[in-house]
């Protein structure tokens, strides 16, 4: 299971703690947007009626003048024109024409009003073209055309007195009114004027009225979507053109049939909203950054000094006694830190001074031993000598002599501490030739290669375990034995194995003297050679060196003698063992 430390912990609870406010704030926002996008569409569609009501207006008004032109009594002479004098008829047309013009002053959109006499011929105004009154219905409804000159387009309606048509025989005179489609320009502009939108008109078959600062390709592809529609009498859409959206109102104008259309980018609905939450998102941001700065500053300042000073008592407990805080901080755990540098010195020093106690102590107890045993091993000796010389056996006496000459001069030489193997196997042969002339039926082997004969091993480190094996082995056995020393290179170490053919031991005496090795103390069974052999490998070499007691083939017991291979092995023996 994946552990987080604590800066990892404290960034996770503050991005869990702006995930909900997050969360919520992209809600209320996203509602809060439907709301504006409603009541702005509500209110732009409101805006789009009061403009449709306001052209219904002015064009009702316009027809409305045309049909009240026609109550007049005088117009109403007009259908008896042709039976008038012509002084009366000029009078009368000069009266119709001022009447006329009197109306379109008092419009704004300078409309033109014309009358018709289709069964005479007659216009008034006086010359003006019948051609576009007898072109239509005069079924009073308006018509969107190409004016007479061509330069622009107009509306009109043509009203018939009576109110039939045309081509009824029955009827005296058409009015047509006509005003051209500039005025609604006008009105656009205006409207665009007050608002955020791009207003034009639309109808299917004619075409558009755009006003006179229009985006003209983006209201042309509005106009080509609208044609594929059928059109209610006012609503709205959500339309995507050149990669944006737009809002789409429209609003149909029943008196010239043509829809009233405005458009806006949803962006510009949204834009303040929009610019709130960046401001918002860029707060949680900056937030987010200084809470984690907050957070580093405190990691780097008490979780960083922390483990640093837990690094440091993990290596003190596994017995790195050397390890030292670097600090230049002063801090409070800066201060914390030069306190465990100087109780690190302290300990070092303390268990340094008790552990070179500890090797004075083994030291003095191995010379206590070599005084114990070398009396007791002169006067067996001597004895032997004596018993010779008696018998005038020459060769014995003089290879006693020889011998134990070599071994007392390497065993009283104590102020190296250290030797190769090779001396130490000198010292053995010595040994073990001496053993022999006192005791006939021994006999010894030695295969040790010589590239571990130069290995340096503290000084007495073989012959406490070949002596085990003499007394303990050998000696209580009668008839013939023997004593075979094997030299072992592995990978790891070096070995030299001492067997015996003596006595031996059982399974649980073995796994006894195992156990009686690895004690703190010597115990009162086991002679304190053997043990101070294996305690000052275990110590000087670490890892698994020692001895270990096994069963030997030949019956007797197998002690196998292993230390680690070390650079610096020989060198820390002669310093750690130097009288």
Known sequence: MMKFNSFQKLVFWIVAMLIPILILHSYTNRVSIRVVENEIQSATLNR????????????????????????????????????????ERASMIKKTDEKLRLQIVASNWDP???????????????????????????????????????????????????????????????????????????????????????????????????NSTSAAPLVAELAQLLRGQELASSGNQIVTLQGNRYSLFYVRSNNLGWQVVDYMPLETIIAPIQANQKLFYFSVAILLIGNIILVAALYRNIRLPLKQLLRSFQKMKTGDYTTRIITDRHTEFGIVHIQFNQMAEQIQALIENVYQEQLRSRESHLKQLQAQINPHFLYNCLNFVHVMNQRGDKDAVSAMILNLGSYYRYTTRLEEQAATLEEELSLIENYLTIQSLRMRRLHYELDVPASMRTTRIPRLTLQPVVENAVIHGVDRKPGPCVIMITGVEEERHYAIVVEDSGIGMDKEGISGMNERLRLKKPHASMGLGVWNVHQRLSHLFKGDSGLTVVASPLGGLRVVIRWNKEKEASAHASSAYRG
């Open 48 to 87: 789009l009626n009061f403009f449709a009501s306001q052209l219904e207006t002015t064009i009702d008004q316009l027809a409305l003048n045309s049909i009240t032109l026609m109550s007049d009594p005088d117009f109403a002479l007009l259908k008896n024109l042709d039976m008038m004098k012509d002084s």
């Open 112 to 210: 033109k009003i014309m009358l018709v006499f289709p069964q005479s011929g007659l216009s008034i105004p006086y010359g003006s073209p019948i051609d576009s009154a007898s072109d239509d219905a005069a079924d009073a409804t308006w018509r969107y055309r190409q004016s007479d000159t061509g330069n622009h387009y107009e509306f009109s309606i043509s009203i018939a007195d009576p109110l039939k048509n045309i081509y009824n025989s029955d009827k005296g005179f058409i009015m047509t009114t006509t005003f051209s489609s500039t005025n609604l320009v006008r009105m656009l502009d205006e409207f665009k004027s007050k608002s955020r939108g791009d207003p034009f008109l639309y109808e299917a078959n004619a075409g558009i009225i755009p």
